[in-house]
T-cell receptor, first 119, second 112 residues
């Protein structure tokens, strides 16, 4: 069973270009989370999606950033008109539909990350 | 606002000793707490989960405690090895909201 896959692993963009990051969750997982991590900083939650639905996007900037998780295909995090401050590692994680007991105690399985560099 | 604090300074210990990492939180009532390990250049890897009604959880050389009165979790690695050197993250979750609140992590170095 392949783990969470992210591509590309490294992405270089010039200011003003678009960055598109892809995440394929583990087989059987229907929940996807996107995080951003800067050097010496912790994981910052961006958005939580289920298939075809955005559940919580409270951590995502209102402008330039968008995310989707279509019925078919990977989840996409899109950053339009990138700026130097967008340079960071972006991690995707997935978890299964059901967890232990009544509440969602599921652990999250992380991908290797995409390192975005904006020149 | 919700706040999670982990030891900000790196922890250096000698091989074979027990490493103890702390996770404190305020303004939050988590239903469960998770610990992850992160190596440089890689994504976090899940280690252990402990629920609010559990005092202690063990897995091989790992032990986690959860004190909801003190609002604190302790993460122990016994008989530590150089391969345990990494950054350890705690994350809190509440109820039906799957969103996790993350600490900044503590860097652990185990010296041979």
């Amino acid at each position: 069973n392949a783990g969470v896959m992210q591509n590309p692993r490294h992405l270089v963009r010039r200011r003003g270009q678009e960055a598109r990051l892809r995440c394929s969750p583990m087989k059987g997982h229907s929940h996807v989370y996107w995080y951003r991590q800067l050097p010496e900083e912790g994981l910052k939650f961006m958005v939580y999606l289920q298939k075809e639905n955005i559940i919580d996007e409270s951590g995502m900037p209102k402008e330039r950033f968008s995310a989707e998780f279509p019925k078919e295909g990977p989840s996409i995090l899109r950053i339009q008109q990138v700026v130097r401050g967008d340079s960071a590692a972006y991690f995707c994680a997935s978890s299964p539909r059901t967890g232990e007991g009544k509440l969602g105690y599921n652990e999250q399985f992380f991908g290797p990350g995409t390192r975005l560099t904006v020149l | 606002s919700q706040k999670i604090e982990q030891n900000s300074e790196a922890l250096n210990i000698q091989e074979g000793k027990t490493a103890t990492l702390t996770c404190n939180y305020t303004n939050y009532s988590p239903a469960y707490l998770q610990w992850y390990r992160q190596d440089p250049g890689r994504g976090p890897v899940f280690l252990l989960l402990i629920r609010e009604n559990e005092k202690e959880k063990r897995k091989e050389r790992l032990k986690v405690t959860f004190d909801t009165t003190l609002k604190q979790s302790l993460f122990h690695i016994t008989a530590s090895q150089p391969a345990d050197s990494a950054t350890y993250l705690c994350a809190l979750g509440a109820g039906n909201n799957r969103k996790l609140i993350w600490g900044l992590g503590t860097s652990l170095a185990v010296n041979p």
